[in-house]
């Protein structure tokens, strides 16, 4: 009974859709209402779940009554829990229940808006929003479309880069030739995401050609405008040709910020394309109190963040800003004939097609997500939302400070928590590296809470991300006293090897 043999199919049915949406629904409460009471990282062994479940797909339909329960009994434990109010790694994926209505609006109207005659709607509040989240975060007029510029909603930063490498290379090859490419060049810090370098390869700069600048702890390793200058003064000594800087406001591992405006005034003089990417810390930029991290954006070229980090937005959702959006067209429009606009008012100066700002053809109606969170929270509640978690991160780290047994390894910018336990004696660091990975393990082994970690300066650090939609200051709490009772196991640990 239930089953769905092909020839009654009626995969669209409003009375079907409401009831097993509900019962989805109904699920994801339960889920959320039980979260916390799952271990946060899955100790799943490899291929448990195939082990599970059938070689191939039935033949006829099941139940989704069925189906919720193979979801609840197979494939919930073998998670990482992302939204338990216990998870502390990477950075935060948040979710909300404006979020959650977003995806379910875009989802269910499963629009595809490439082009504004696909859905003149989605279209237009895709431009509103993105204006709106650009005046929240302080940026200049300049990347707005009432300014001159304008912003497009992306997956991820990855596709962002991607995207403003391929008009950066294009502006200067249609200066240099296509065989200039060998020439060009790719700078970016120590502490710059992966992202850059894989974006770089992908519009085809020479490997050779991507320089990764090294940063220190006296600059809170951040970029310097001087090891920039010193990189790209040499190049250009070498006949190569500077292309694009990537300046990062809160860096992945450490939290870090590079000097937009020293770098931006460098970029303007070498005529450098400079993105700067606030992926994470994007979000604390609504607060005027860290608006100053991007002082010089003016001097930019584009500007990302991704408010499926830490804004409440379900996943997948990236700004891009741009100040010159011609740029961004020129490197990425196709115009075939059965895209082309028929109709007289749709088409002409002044309109947006997305497809010609991304690149993928076919996307989501991402816009409804971003623009149900902002209409629901408000700039205010928003504001709320992040300096609690900017004060639940200050909380842990002086808890940190005041345990003589940990060092915090860089600056508490944002939300993010970097630290480790300190060397005892002079030229242990093997020792030291090995009780903190010993530390990482313990606290993700316990299912109490999940942490993940970075390497700077040789060094091995654990990293704490604030920013979990269901924690609470207990939360962080309960996660230091984990930290401090492991740390004991740890040393009492070593100390017996040391005994050996």
Request: hydrophobic letters at 45%; proline letters at 5%.
């Amino acid at each position: 009974t239930g089953g769905a043999p092909f020839d009654a199919l009626s995969p669209l049915d409003p009375d079907t859709f409401a009831g097993e949406s509900r019962a989805v629904i109904n699920f994801l409460a339960g889920y959320y209402r039980d979260v916390e009471t799952y271990p946060v990282q899955s100790q799943a062994l490899p291929g448990c779940l195939r082990a599970l479940l059938p070689d191939a797909p039935p033949e006829n339909g099941e139940p989704m009554d069925v189906i919720l329960e193979e979801v609840r009994t197979h494939i919930v434990p073998a998670l990482t829990h992302w939204q338990s109010p216990k998870f502390f790694g990477y950075f935060p994926m948040n979710a909300s229940t404006a979020g959650f209505a977003g995806e379910m609006l875009s989802t269910g109207l499963n629009i595809v808006p490439f082009m504004r005659v696909a859905s003149p709607a989605a279209t237009e509040l895709e431009s509103t929003v993105v204006d709106w989240m650009g005046k929240l975060v302080g940026l200049p007029d300049r990347f707005l479309f009432s300014g001159g510029g304008g912003g497009v909603l992306h997956g991820s930063t990855c596709e962002a880069v991607v995207c403003t490498l391929a008009a950066a290379r294009d502006r200067a090859l249609s200066r240099l030739g296509h065989e200039g490419i060998l020439r060009l060049v790719v700078y970016a810090s120590d502490q710059s995401h992966c992202t850059f370098q894989k974006g770089a390869s992908i519009v085809g700069i020479p490997r050779s050609n991507f320089r990764v600048i090294p940063t220190t702890a006296a600059s809170g390793y951040g970029l310097t405008a001087a090891s920039v200058r010193d990189a790209v003064e040499a190049d250009v000594a070498s006949g190569l040709v500077p292309l694009y800087l990537c300046a990062t406001v809160g860096t992945t591992g450490l939290g870090a910020v590079d000097p937009v405006r020293d770098l931006g005034e460098l970029a303007r003089r070498h005529g450098i394309w400079l993105h700067v990417d606030t992926a994470y810390a994007g979000s604390a930029l609504i607060c005027p109190e860290f608006q100053h991290h991007i002082d010089g954006a003016e001097l930019a070229d584009s500007v990302s963040m991704n408010p499926h980090k830490w804004f409440l937005t379900n996943m997948d959702c990236c700004c891009l800003w741009v100040a010159s959006p011609a740029a961004l067209t020129s490197a990425l429009s196709t115009n075939p004939e059965y895209l082309s606009n028929v109709t007289e008012e749709s088409a002409g100066a002044g309109v947006v097609d997305y497809k010609d700002w991304q690149i993928a053809l076919s996307r989501p109606f991402r816009a409804m997500k971003l623009w149900l969170v902002l209409r629901r929270y408000g700039g205010a509640g928003m504001r709320a939302y992040v300096r609690r978690h900017v004060e639940m991160a200050k909380w842990f780290e002086q808890a940190l400070e005041a345990d003589g047994r940990f060092e915090v390894v860089a600056p508490t910018r944002f939300s993010l928590v970097t630290f480790r336990l300190r060397p005892r004696l002079e030229g242990d660091d093997d020792a030291v590296d090995a009780s903190n990975r010993g530390l990482l393990v313990a606290v993700n082994a316990s299912g109490r809470a999940f942490m993940t970690h970075f390497v700077v300066d040789g060094k091995f650090v654990i990293r704490m991300a604030v920013g979990g939609a269901m924690t609470e200051m207990q939360h962080v709490q309960d996660t230091w006293e984990l930290v401090r009772e492991k740390a004991e196991e740890v040393g009492a640990l070593q100390n017996e090897r040391n005994v050996r």
